[in-house]
């Protein structure tokens, strides 16, 4: 891959300031994701805002300008998608989301929503629940020794305890993390990745449809909650089934994700590991710093609503937008030694969860399911050392592992 | 300049000087306050940011906002009637001298 920048004056196609650097990088490549830091720095480097002229979009990896496009919804709105595709031009792959995909004021009224199914209120009633179930994997895990955290902690511990705690029956439930890889793949360009996600997605889309029904969530879940608002008229009855959908797009595969970059950063530093251990009450920002630090979910896009300035570049109306919030939250603008782990971090204001009125509704359980399983492991006195070869997963917008070979014994 | 005095539950306090236009929680988080977490940055998603307002200085605020007063239902730390989220107390000249109490806990 080239990292390559020019500013590139000949070969500017019409209406695009010539001042924008033009960067050769495609950020959706598998060794763009192989070889991620020096590729996000030039990124970072070239300037407030470049132009990447592999999919004709408009970047922005420095803080500051991320941030400040995820807080003007008004002109870089999500409505035309969050995705490359612009569903002003392109018809979406399936239905938009009714909140995700969605500007104020519907987005407002399906927001409050979800914000109170997934309050910090609502977190008191499930924490104990989610806590017993960590302690119980960590406890079997030891048992085992020699595991794959991904598959047997990252995924199988979300796993015990979202699909329930969204009130699923138990049938298909190996549905749940192939649609969520389909549903993050798609907001890529229309390379390998998505197009082979999308082809086979079928009967994930057919499983994910039949779940968000009514009559399928059980009392109490989070699920049959956002039904009930329909009851109250907050929300159309209508509207309900598409809701319960971004909690089975968003809720699983971003935690599962999540938990594994912590596992992987605790794995490769010990000292941080050694911390935790003598004080699992930092457990609850060791996750949050593995979020910064690895970022799960790396990118979103934005279209322009108008003519706009970024960094003294003027952008057009109608133009894709590409945030990556990975590349910020390791901005040495914004962060004292941004490429380590510190698990004491003052990590407040990083943007892996977003920023604005879309930022991560479901952020309180992510940190809930990262605290407990981190208190679990600090508290059993755990070591993790990697001990077989680590191999990453690709996928367009989630970064993350396919496997993490580790031994898990008391230190 | 506005100055705020915050009082941690050990009654020990630290005033800082916060340049007057940012939020308390900002100028809490800035200026190193450790009993303000501030999970969520300041978007009233987290109630992290929990303070009690002392009783003089509770009717200068602007009023809460509903979102605001459902998240301080989930506070960790008890919810009292001087309750606010700091993220949401816009700082003006006129909270010159704000005295903040910090709960014992944010998670
Ligand atoms: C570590 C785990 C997670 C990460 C890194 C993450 C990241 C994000 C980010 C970056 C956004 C902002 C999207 C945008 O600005 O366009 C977002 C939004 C969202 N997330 Fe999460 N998320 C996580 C876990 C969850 C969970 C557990 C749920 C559900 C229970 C969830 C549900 C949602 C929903 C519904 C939205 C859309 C909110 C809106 O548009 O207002 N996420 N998430
Ligand atoms: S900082 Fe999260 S609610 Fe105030």
Redesign the pocket.
Known sequence: MSAGISSAPMQVSGSKPPSVPHVDIDPFAIDFFDDLYPAQEALREAGSVVYLDKWNVYGVARYAQVHAV?NDPQTFC?SRG?GLSDFKKEKPWRPP?L??E?DPPA?TRT?AV?SKV?SPAVMKQIRDRFAAAAEAKVDELLRRRHIDAIADLAEAYPLSV?PDAMGLQQEGREHLLAYAGVVFNAFGPPNELRQTAIERSAPHQAYVAEQCQRKNLTPGG?GACIHAFSDSGEIRPDEAPLLVR??L????D??V??LGAAVYCLARFPDEMARLRANPSLARNAFEEA?RFE???QT?F?TTTREVEIGGHMIGEGEKVLMF?GAANRDPRRWDEPDRYDITRKTSGH?????????????L??RL??EVVLAALARRGVAIEIDGPVKRRYNNTLRGLESLPITIKPA | MTSIIFIHPDGRNVCIEANGAESAMLAATSHGIDGILAECGGNAMCATCHVYVDEAWLDRLSPMGSEEDALLDGAAAERLPNSRLSCQIQLTPELDGLVLRLPDRQV
Do not use: D, K
């Open positions: 995820l999500s969050v989301s909140i995700l969605a987005h927001r979800l997934l979202f989070f971004s909690l797009s968003a809720g699983l971003t935690t994700n999540g979020v970022s799960p979910v979103f934005r919030l943007v892996g969860f977003g920023s604005g009125i879309h930022m991560c509704v479901g952020q359980v992510a399911e990262g």
